[in-house]
């Protein structure tokens, strides 16, 4: 049985030092949940609490109704998979997977049977026979998840699995995981450093730093609205820009050097803001901007370009001085020149924008 967790006003402390500060999340019912940030933000930390390994130094873990702070790691049920596979290397494939069903007071028939449904699911049936130094690290890792998986449990959790994998068995083994999450519909929790990982499996993403989550949602809305420039940085790439917003009658217009915005229609500020001009940061992503000559929209200068096939990247400097990265479809331009002259203006609905500091996302949308 899959669960929902709560987790409330959870804190982590070393001796002195707080690394999760009253933290709070759901995470729902046979969700694929994943943990993204930089190295040191807590992610480990964090899982290995819900897992019984770490002490807590506040609040509560749930697992539904039931709090989990004191019950022991066996006894919560839960799977595990770790980036180093931890399979054990003098039993083969079937008895590695048979090893957590065997404590459990299972018939011999019913343990054969449940560890052959496993093997079909992570497809690795034509192995179940074989050492684990006979495999390779893909197949391992699939032992690791078979292992987790077949005892039901109610929570899965994942720290890292893919990162002792070449990158293209990344790519498939990323797949294969979220598949067979799909296919069992374990709560799953999933923890990574790597942004397009954690965009191609999870249904809900939490970005953390500093044992802080800066903004939890699906990966579109991560992606396409970033709660602050932490986030729009560290997912995908963007170039954030310095300009300035002034009041209109009909709502905001945004300055860029020399340049401005059409006006702006759903710009949120606060109040004490909405009637004057304030500095902000603009977040845009490079294939989000579109190039013309016409002369109208942010005036800039090509730098440098590089072919990528599909796409052309360049490199140019606005008026201001600052270099921004564009990425264009190959086959609508012609490859410019450095040098050349160009106009910039961003597609309507992409503009992200940011107060001075870079914390508070005042939305907006309207033409570049
Ligand atoms: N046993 C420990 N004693 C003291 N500090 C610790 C301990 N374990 C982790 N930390 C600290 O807690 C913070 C969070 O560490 P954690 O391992 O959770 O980060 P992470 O986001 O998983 O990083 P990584 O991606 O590098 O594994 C770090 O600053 C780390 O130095």
Do not use: W
Request: aromatic share 6%.
């Amino acid at each position: 049985m899959s669960v929902t967790i709560f987790i409330k006003d959870l804190v982590k402390k070393y001796d002195d030092t707080t690394v999760i500060p009253e933290l709070s999340l759901e995470i729902k019912k046979g969700e694929f949940f994943t943990l993204l940030g930089p190295s040191g933000c807590g992610k480990t930390t964090l899982l290995r609490m819900i897992a019984g390994f770490n002490s807590i130094e506040g609040g509560t873990i749930q697992f539904n109704d039931r709090v989990i702070n004191q019950v022991e790691p066996g006894k919560r049920n839960i799977g595990m998979v770790f980036q180093s596979y931890a399979i054990f290397p003098h039993l083969t494939v079937k008895g590695n997977i048979a090893f957590g069903l065997e404590n459990r007071r299972l018939s011999k028939a019913e343990i054969a049977s449940k560890v052959d449904d496993i093997l079909k699911v992570v497809q690795i049936e034509q192995y179940k026979d074989r050492m684990p130094k006979n495999l390779s690290g893909g197949q391992q890792q699939r032992v690791a998840l078979a292992r987790a998986i077949v005892i039901r449990p109610d929570v899965l959790l994942m720290d890292e699995p893919l990162s002792n994998l070449d990158a293209k068995l990344r790519v498939d083994m990323r797949n294969a995981i979220k598949d067979i999450q799909r296919e069992v519909g374990i709560t799953t929790v999933y923890v990574t450093h790597d942004q397009e990982e954690a965009m191609a499996v999870s249904d809900r993403i939490a970005v953390m730093k500093s044992g802080v989550i800066q903004h939890l949602g699906t990966p579109q809305e991560i992606y396409q609205r970033p709660a602050n420039v932490f986030v729009a940085t560290f997912i995908g790439r963007t170039n954030i820009i310095e300009g300035s917003l002034t009041p209109e009658a009909g709502g905001h217009r945004l300055h860029i050097g020399q340049s401005y915005s059409e006006e702006l229609s759903n710009i949120q500020l606060p109040k004490s803001h909405a009637q004057k001009a304030i500095n902000v940061q603009i977040s845009v992503r490079p294939e989000e901007f579109v190039m013309t000559e016409d002369q109208t929209g942010l005036k800039a200068t090509i730098v440098h370009s590089v072919f990528l096939g599909q796409n052309t990247h360049y490199f140019v400097d606005l008026e201001s001085g600052q270099r921004v990265e564009i990425t264009q479809e190959s086959k609508t331009t012609q490859i410019l020149d450095p040098g050349h002259t160009i106009y910039l203006k961003v597609k309507k609905d992409k503009i992200n924008v940011y107060d001075a500091e870079g914390e508070l996302n005042y939305t907006g949308s309207g033409q570049l």
